[in-house]
């Protein structure tokens, strides 16, 4: 395993546990209006020591990091994910390359971070002319919000692989790193839509 494979694999069970922890926040809320305070205590336990838990993981990351001396490569290389499931024909889906470029321009427009419901209000108006209809259809497994803020998560997972936004940024908010804005500085010509 290489030393970027180790630094995704944190990555992503960073990202599961915070998953994890928005179901908690979302099921306490629910259970605590319906008056079952007991089960609300349960979650909130609950959740206190997944905040815990993540705090480790975001530690052994930093660790992780010092060990190899923190190296990431300043190119952006396509995604190397695997898809499950049926491959969707070419030109059904928004390429996941014309995603960066509008996430990094709305960080640096709300002064380098932002939460994730923020960023995707603002980013939208310049996805508009790219996405395809395809992107508006909702995901049940993404809390039945549309396509496209599943793929502008997916975005920003690969920007911190990349270096350009920071994985050490608190639970629940992106933000930019200065490589990020170097990149964009040398890069935001390209964004087909002027």
Known sequence: ????QVITAITILLEE?????????????KVFREGNYERAQVLMDKGKQLETFHRKINDL????????????????KPSKRKRKGRKLKK????PQELF????????VEVGGSGSPSQV???????????????????LESFGNKPRWTHRLAWTRYD????????????RGVWEITETG??????????????
């Open 1 to 4: 395993m290489s030393d970027r």
């Open 17 to 29: 546990v915070n998953n994890v922890i928005n179901e908690i926040n979302q099921e306490g809320s």
């Open 61 to 76: 990351q930093i660790e992780w990091k010092s060990i190899i001396g923190g190296t990431t490569s300043l190119k952006l």
């Open 91 to 94: 030109g059904f889906r928004t």
């Open 100 to 107: 960066k470029i509008p996430l990094l321009l709305t960080l």
């Open 120 to 138: 995707e209000e603002l980013v939208l108006p310049k996805l508009k002319p790219i996405l395809t209809d395809h992107e508006y259809t909702l």
């Open 159 to 170: 920007l911190v692989q990349d270096g350009l936004l920071s994985p050490d940024s608190p």
């Open 181 to 194: 804005r170097r990149w964009l500085a040398d890069n935001q010509a390209s964004w087909p839509i002027k």
